[in-house]
């Protein structure tokens, strides 16, 4: 198993910028595609991105598209995303988590794959 520890979260105004971390322990990070989710209250949760094991592969929602920018860093164990001209419709508790796979140049899509969850922070944008 591993843990998952997200930070960087906080109140920005429309237009700012946020980067958020994903701090894994417990296993080798570099055996989990990581997956960045969203979560506005009443909402279902909805996926934003995701990055291969090797991070040379990526996919993003077509609402971040452009905006949003997920990267990794395995010597770390670090999973990031960074958040640019941001929107309040961007407001919502984002979570990381890790998905074990076996294939190291793959993404995920499959929320169903993702066994490994942090405990979420929050994002906030307001005027």
């Known amino acids: 198993q591993v843990q998952l520890v997200e930070s960087g979260g906080g109140l920005v105004q429309p237009g700012g910028s946020l980067r958020l971390s994903c701090a894994a322990s417990?296993?080798?990070?570099?055996?989990?595609?990581v997956g960045w989710f969203r979560q506005a209250p009443g909402k279902e949760r909805e996926f934003v991105a995701t990055i291969s094991r090797s991070g040379g592969n990526t996919y993003y929602a077509d609402s971040v598209k452009g905006r949003f920018t997920i990267s990794r860093d395995n010597a770390k164990n670090t999973a990031y995303l960074q958040l640019n001209s941001l929107i309040p419709e961007d407001t919502a508790a984002y979570y990381c988590?890790?998905?074990?796979?076996?294939?190291?140049?793959?993404?995920?899509?499959?929320?169903?794959?993702?066994?490994?969850w942090g405990q979420g922070t929050q994002v906030t944008v307001s005027s």
């Open positions: 417990g296993r080798t990070f570099s055996i989990y595609g």
């Open positions: 988590a890790a998905a074990r796979t076996g294939d190291s140049g793959r993404y995920i899509l499959d929320i169903r794959r993702y066994n490994y």
